[in-house]
């Protein structure tokens, strides 16, 4: 049997590894366009940033090692033009001319390119995508060089990377993105918290405005914004999204939806014994149902494995899951990861949710080190199932993210989460960890024990309702929604009815500072017999969602 595979990186060489292991006689042939095979695609950012040295520590393996240990025929600088499925067969265009190469089963691992908006002036020689080896070097290169000013076009994952490297590296680094804030993917609150460390470690963070032009001077080019504003630079990274690299493929006849490939559990497409995996693949959100490429590397290298499987051993070949989408970035010192479906993506498939937001310490607060992971958890209404969840923090927000991602992939209610064992010990976590209470709070939230209200919702909760603010005098002192009533919690059993006073007719909804101690009075207002409910997430999300502006600051 000959396998050809087209594309050498994350999903083809995950399959043409386990190809080999599954079957020595098998004839695997892997096609490659560019120089390289089996690259580390996500170490590239930190190579232009300095912190991985040498360009030969991203090349993973080369086509000689991949001969040597798994004798795989490996063809680089081989691009694929076309495919003729009736007579089962590829063409890949070759420094020395075009080559035909029959298949008994082909595999499409081509992945995605950097999207290229309609921005004039792109053509520039100092704008580079960050895509490739090449594309890395250059970057480096050009930092080597003396550059001074960098202008990064798209906060995504990639684009927070290059910022921070760049910024690294010591340019002035300016990151524009058109949606409203940095990493687009990540809740409102979570995301301001990534654009305050991204100001911290220097770099300029434009959102919500987009490039327009990019004019060409001599000692460097100028980024034209959407607002008039300017930016110089000595060179600009492109990184506003990617796109499936498919062209040649949707001509031969494989269906596609957007231009990404379509597959059914197995990987196959809709043209016999042709498959395809990673980013160039549409697959449906697990939650939302929604379909999409995921453009991650775990599901790109599971994806090829589980084809191998499937061509080798079709019998008992596992199907391939539904990617979560679970990603994870470091920004300065903060790491943001998310998993499962965010606000935007349950509303738009209109699944009705309500959100926690818990702000516990990564481990034991008498501990030296700790801090506050930020956590964001969606729930479904009505049986508490698990739908996504997203973390910011200086330290442990890898483990959370991960232990609710495999939660959510194991179909979980949230207070599944509380009967979770995790390991402790004060330098790593706390007795309760900030998991189980994310269950303990999911289930007094889906019981009616505890009742929630939002920062997104507070200018009708302040024309409805009074709001309590159960910080310390000291702590109100430093900012607080206007009208507030400020009776600390410690205090607020004994004036109950100063409460019933100052509230009249109207429920109370009470605040502190991260929604612990307002959930103590919630529960003491509402013993008492009072309409009340607790802001979720308090203070610090508050502020995250409404900004300084919406409070009476001192
Ligand atoms: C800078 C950067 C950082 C990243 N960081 C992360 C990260 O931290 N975590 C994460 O999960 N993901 C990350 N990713 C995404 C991850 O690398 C991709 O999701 C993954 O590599 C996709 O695998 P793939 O096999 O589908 O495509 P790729 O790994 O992109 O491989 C596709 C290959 O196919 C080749 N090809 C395309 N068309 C043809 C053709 N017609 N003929 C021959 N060859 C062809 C291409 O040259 C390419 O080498 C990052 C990506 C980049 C670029």
Redesign the pocket.
């Known amino acids: 049997m000959r396998i050809v595979i ?9 399959c043409a590894a386990r190809a080999r292991r599954l079957d020595e006689s098998a004839e695997i042939v892997v ?4 120089e ?2 089996s ?1 580390a ?5 930190y190579f232009v940033g300095g912190e991985i040295a040498d360009r030969d520590a991203l090349l993973v393996q080369t086509p000689a090692s991949l001969k040597a240990s798994l004798d795989l025929d490996v063809r680089t600088g ?4 076309a495919v003729d499925p009736a007579g089962k067969t590829v063409t ?1 265009r070759t420094a020395d001319g075009d080559i035909e190469l029959g298949y008994d089963a082909l595999v499409l ?4 390119q950097a999207a290229r908006p309609p921005i004039d002036g792109l053509d520039s020689s100092r704008v580079r995508t ?3 080896v090449d594309d ?1 070097v250059a970057l480096r290169d050009q930092v080597d060089a003396g550059a001074r000013r960098a202008v990064v076009l798209g906060a995504g ?2 684009g927070v ?2 910022a921070e490297a760049l910024a690294h590296q010591g340019l002035h680094t300016t990151l524009v993105e058109y949606a409203p804030h940095v990493l687009p993917p990540l809740e409102t609150e979570m995301g301001s918290l990534v654009t305050a460390e991204l100001a911290r470690i220097g770099v300029e963070v434009r959102a919500g405005v987009a490039a327009v032009a990019i004019e060409h001077e001599r000692e460097g080019d100028v980024v034209v914004l959407g607002d008039g504003s300017r930016r110089d630079a000595d060179l600009v990274v492109l990184s506003v999204g ?1 796109r499936p ?1 498919t062209a ?2 949707e001509t031969a006849g494989v269906a596609c939806e957007r231009g990404a490939i379509v597959v059914d559990a197995h990987g196959r497409t809709s043209v016999p014994d042709v498959y395809a ?5 549409v697959s449906a959100d697990p939650v939302t149902g929604a379909r999409r490429p ?8 599971r994806a ?1 494995r589980l084809v191998a499987d499937a061509i080798l051993r079709p019998d008992t070949a596992r199907p391939i899951p539904q990617p979560l989408g679970t ?3 470091r920004v300065g010192a903060q790491t943001a990861a998310l998993t499962g479906a965010n606000r935007a993506a349950l509303e738009a498939a209109g699944i009705a949710f309500h959100t926690l937001h818990l702000h516990p310490a990564q481990h034991a607060g008498y501990f030296p080190g700790a801090s506050q992971i930020h956590l964001v958890v969606h729930v479904r209404a009505g049986d508490g199932l698990l739908l996504g969840a997203q973390a910011v923090g200086l330290d442990g927000v890898d483990k959370r993210i991960d232990v609710l991602a495999t939660a959510i992939r194991a179909g979980w209610t949230v207070d599944a989460l509380i009967d979770l064992d995790l390991a402790y010990s004060p330098p790593y976590g706390a007795a309760k960890d900030p998991v189980n209470m994310v269950g303990m709070l999911g289930e007094n939230v889906g019981n009616g024990t505890v009742r929630l209200w939002y920062a997104q919702d507070l200018d009708s909760v302040t024309a409805s309702s009074l709001v309590l603010d159960v910080r310390t005098p000291e702590e109100f002192a430093t900012g607080h929604v206007p009208a507030a009533l400020n009776i600390p919690h410690t205090q607020l059993r004994a004036r109950l009815d100063e409460v019933r006073r100052a509230a009249g007719a109207r429920p109370v909804r009470v605040m502190c500072q991260s929604g612990v101690r307002s959930a103590i009075a919630h529960r003491v207002l509402a013993q008492a017999g009072i309409d009340s409910a607790t802001l979720s997430g308090g203070m610090l999300t508050l502020r995250a969602v409404v900004g300084e502006q919406a409070l009476a600051l001192p």
């Open positions: 087209v594309g050498g990186v994350a999903g083809g060489m995950s096609l490659e366009r560019g390289h095979v690259f695609n996500c170490g590239l950012p081989h691009d694929v033009v890949a691992a081509p992945g995605a960050l895509r490739t890395a994952f990639i990377e290059a990617v690299d040649v493929f995996v990673g980013d160039a693949t995921v453009a991650l590397a775990g599901p790109a290298n090829g990603a994870i970035v």
